[in-house]
């Protein structure tokens, strides 16, 4: 497990493709631990095809890759490596990344959308390679975005995540009370991913002629919880 999304739905588990989307990865996981999307509304819904968020100003149009506050390829020695709650980039030339606010598309023809809870980078509009920090939750299979969306990551539909132990844990495990049993049966259900990702679509479910949700201020990411990143445990480059 990479990360744990904390809404105002519950505890959204998420798995992360490293190796086929290593920008789209590394960039997100930044994000996340330097608090970036805490307080991100689901600001825009379609019905059945995707929950968008990712935005701090909340309007749709902010955001920007971790990528933007690299130093310039003129910068002195000194500057050349940034840090950015605790992931350390000493090198990108290898990657071709260039400072900026956007990065470009990347795991096509190895991730897809072909899934429910498919995490995938929004564009600017229709251009291409406009990646920068706002993403969407497909809620249904969504074939035709492959090839055009960076599909980085997917929730963890059955896991559930603990929040008194900071760990997952495995929804189907029996408890010896038996007066507990019913009591967290339904608990348990209700935490699993694709139950706090059902939760989200109920909550913005009234949305305006453009899908831009009605109470987004009511439906968002609290915190994110990064549970393991490979860059910043030097187990993987850019």
Same mark, same amino acid.
């Not at 132990?165 to 507990?180: G, I």
């Given at each position: 497990?990479?990360?744990?999304?904390?809404?105002?739905?519950?505890?959204?588990?998420?798995?992360?493709?490293?190796?086929?989307?290593?920008?789209?990865?590394?960039?997100?996981?930044?994000?996340?631990?330097?608090? +970036? +999307?805490?307080?991100?509304?689901?600001?825009?819904?379609?019905?059945?095809?995707?929950?968008?968020?990712?935005?701090?100003?909340?309007?749709?149009?902010?955001?920007?890759?971790?990528?933007?506050?690299?130093?310039?390829?003129?910068?002195?020695?000194?500057?050349?490596?940034?840090? *950015?709650?605790?992931?350390?980039?000493?090198?990108?030339?290898?990657?071709?990344?260039?400072?900026?606010?956007?990065?470009?598309?990347?795991?096509?023809?190895?991730?897809?959308?072909?899934?429910?809870?498919?995490?995938?980078?929004?564009?600017?509009?229709?251009?291409?390679?406009?990646?920068?920090?706002?993403?969407?939750?497909?809620?249904?299979?969504?074939?035709?975005?492959?090839? #055009?969306?960076?599909?980085?990551?997917?929730?963890?539909?059955?896991?559930?995540?603990?929040?008194?132990?900071?760990?997952?844990?495995?929804?189907?495990?029996?408890?010896?009370?038996?007066?507990?049993?019913?009591?967290?049966?339904?608990?348990?259900?209700?935490?699993?991913?694709?139950? #706090?990702?059902?939760?989200? *679509?109920?909550?913005?479910?009234? #949305?305006?002629?453009?899908?831009?949700?009605?109470?987004?201020?009511?439906?968002?990411?609290?915190?994110?919880?990064?549970?393991?990143?490979?860059?910043?445990?030097?187990?993987?480059?850019?």
């Amino acid at each position: 497990m990479a990360v744990v999304l904390h809404t105002t739905s519950g505890d959204m588990p998420v798995l992360l493709y490293y190796q086929a989307c290593p920008l789209a990865c590394f960039n997100f996981l930044a994000l996340c631990a330097s608090g +970036y +999307y805490d307080g991100c509304q689901f600001y825009r819904h379609f019905h059945n095809i995707l929950l968008q968020t990712g935005d701090p100003t909340n309007s749709g149009k902010g955001g920007e890759s971790i990528f933007s506050r690299l130093p310039p390829p003129n910068a002195s020695p000194s500057e050349h490596s940034v840090r *950015e709650a605790n992931t350390v980039v000493t090198s990108l030339e290898g990657a071709g990344v260039t400072a900026g606010r956007y990065f470009r598309d990347e795991g096509f023809g190895e991730t897809t959308h072909a899934q429910r809870g498919v995490l995938s980078m929004a564009h600017k509009g229709s251009k291409a390679d406009t990646n920068a920090s706002q993403f969407f939750i497909t809620t249904s299979p969504q074939p035709s975005f492959d090839g #055009v969306y960076t599909a980085f990551g997917v929730v963890d539909l059955k896991g559930v995540y603990d929040a008194a132990s900071a760990m997952m844990v495995d929804a189907m495990r029996p408890t010896d009370r038996e007066d507990e049993v019913n009591a967290t049966t339904e608990s348990s259900a209700a935490r699993t991913g694709d139950a #706090v990702l059902r939760a989200l *679509e109920e909550a913005s479910a009234e #949305v305006n002629a453009k899908n831009f949700v009605r109470n987004a201020e009511g439906v968002r990411i609290n915190s994110v919880s990064v549970l393991y990143n490979p860059f910043a445990e030097g187990k993987m480059k850019l």
